[in-house]
Structure formats: structure tokens, C-alpha cells
């Protein structure tokens, strides 16, 4: 279903935590034109980024199994504009955030690099649309809280939908230098193949 869609469109870019690997490699993601980064040396990586028209060179130093980093570039009125996009998965056993996530934030605040972060944090808090908060949430919103970090998620459409359980808690972070450049987040209706829903919004 994701690489019809990747198909269709001349320029994207897509986060993707957990995806599917089998014997080391990642399927389902095979669009022609695509390129796909992935942090992990050992075949067994929880997050990749897919690219498609769009010149981008992966972040080792900031990627590993949990997180995949890129430098991507576009033109715009005829000038280079450089963001940096992670894919973040914060796995259910260890406090959030990563400490390459922290390392990554903190050199883009340093640098003025804008940056995007999709993540699923296993984490609650209404910061994000969540109905309630769990220790991760409050852990991780106080982390927010101490950087230049937005959240982009928009009303309380959950993300993740297994059973009766519905709840939010894949975020979408952005810091001050795209706050006026993301538009129309919103969570999709079409079925994913997975417990998650898909995430969607464009920059401008």
C-alpha cells in the first residue's frame, strides 16, 4: 500500500518505525526512484527513512538501531534549503527520549538546522492528544519542555488502534525554525496493514 502511494508522487519523504525485515533486509518498499536509509549495522534496525526526488545523505552520528537521521535537500526560489529528518523509535523498555535523539536535537540548536521527528514513543500525554498520561509521557513531555521542540499532532485522532485499545502515541516534532513551514498534519483513514495509522503533512 506505501509504495503505491511513494509511486505516485515525485517528491517524498517517509518516516517509518518497525518495518519489515526478514532475513536482515527491509521489504515493502521497494518504489523505483526510492532510496531507503537505515542506521543499523546489525539487519535487525526498528526505524528507516524512504526518499524519493529529493537529495538527502544519511546522519550516522546520529543514527543507530532505534533511530535513522538524513540531511535533506531542496530548492525553493532558486536557494539550497537543508532539514534534517529523523525517524525515532523509543522502545517500551528504556526511559524516552534516545540519547541520539537528544545528541541530534542538540546539534541542530546549535547548527539553526531545522529539523523534523517522527516518532512512536510508546508514550501518553494530552501534549500529543493522548486521553491519559503514563510515566513515559511525563518523562518525555519534560524533555520537550526543555527544548526548542513543537509538537505538530492536531486533535485527539488516535494513532494506534489494536483491539479496544485506541490512543496517540505517534508524534510528529518539529523545532521554531518550521513552525510556519508544516501544514495539514492529520492522521489517515487508509488502512496501513499495521496497528498504526499513517501520518501525513506537507512542508511549504
Not at 31 to 37: A, D, E, L
Not at 105 to 132: F, R, Y
Not at 180 to 197: A, E, L, P
Request: glycine share 4%.
Amino acid at each position: 500500500m506505501l509504495s503505491k502511494q511513494i509511486a505516485w508522487l515525485n517528491m517524498a519523504v517517509v518516516a517509518i518505525q518497525e518495518p519489515w525485515i526478514n532475513q536482515g533486509r527491509i521489504l515493502g518498499l521497494n518504489s523505483k526512484g526510492c532510496s531507503i536509509f537505515h542506521g543499523c549495522s546489525d539487519n535487525s534496525p526498528r526505524t528507516c527513512i524512504v526518499t524519493k526526488g529529493i537529495r538527502a545523505i544519511c546522519l550516522p552520528q546520529f543514527s543507530d538501531k532505534d533511530i535513522s537521521s538524513i540531511s535533506m535537500s531542496y530548492t525553493v526560489n532558486k536557494q539550497d534549503r537543508t532539514i534534517i529528518v529523523a525517524s525515532v523509535y523509543m522502545a517500551i523498555e528504556d526511559d524516552p527520549p534516545p540519547l541520539r535523539m537528544e545528541q541530534l536535537v542538540q546539534h541542530c540548536t546549535a547548527n539553526n538546522l531545522p529539523l523534523i521527528i517522527a516518532s512512536d514513543t510508546n508514550s501518553h500525554h494530552p501534549l500529543w492528544g493522548s486521553e491519559d498520561i503514563n510515566r513515559r509521557g511525563s518523562i518525555l513531555s519534560e524533555y520537550i519542555a526543555t527544548t526548542n521542540l513543537d509538537v505538530v499532532n492536531r486533535g485527539l485522532e488516535p494513532t494506534f488502534c489494536i483491539g479496544n485499545k485506541r490512543t496517540v502515541i505517534d508524534i510528529t516534532f518539529i523545532n521554531t525554525l518550521l513552525r510556519d513551514d508544516v501544514h495539514g498534519w492529520q492522521v489517515m483513514s487508509i488502512d496501513t496493514m499495521s496497528d498504526h495509522r499513517q501520518i501525513q503533512f506537507v512542508i511549504k
